[in-house]
């Protein structure tokens, strides 16, 4: 059993991180701060773990080939197995287009970790 688990875990992780290495902010984002309405939640693993995004402005921090990172103004909690444990992370807005359509959270060692939004938060854009 407890192999199983370890198997499972595993191959959540495998699955939600990422690879593409990005960098801090060195071209025009579209927007300056998306603020983000109410706080909204996400499932980040296969084990049905839930990440808690807040509800604030989000600032572009980072950039890669496929978009732009907007940091949340306050720690992400992901939830798993009962247990809080805050991490960094954000939004995606993905270049050619105004409206976050993915989630990012980094762990300790930058690995980053994305995933869809279902639908968009409820949010405003500001120049």
């Not at 954000?90 to 990012?104: A, D, L, M, N, Y």
Request: proline share 10%; charged share 20%.
């Amino acid at each position: 059993m407890k192999k199983t688990y370890i198997i499972i875990v595993s191959l959540s992780a495998i699955l939600i991180t990422g690879c593409t290495s990005f960098g801090p902010i060195s071209s025009k984002p579209p927007e300056s701060v998306i603020a983000v309405k109410s706080p909204f939640n996400v499932t980040v693993s296969l084990l049905g773990d839930t990440a808690k995004f807040p509800a604030g402005e989000y600032h572009p921090l980072y950039e890669d080939d496929s978009g732009y990172y907007f940091q949340a103004p306050a720690k992400i909690i992901i939830v798993s197995l009962g247990i809080p444990i805050p991490s960094d992370g954000g939004i995606i807005v993905e270049r050619g287009s105004k409206e976050p359509t993915r989630w990012f959270l980094l762990d300790n060692n930058s690995f980053k970790r994305t995933g869809s939004l279902k639908r968009p938060p409820s949010y405003e854009l500001i120049p």
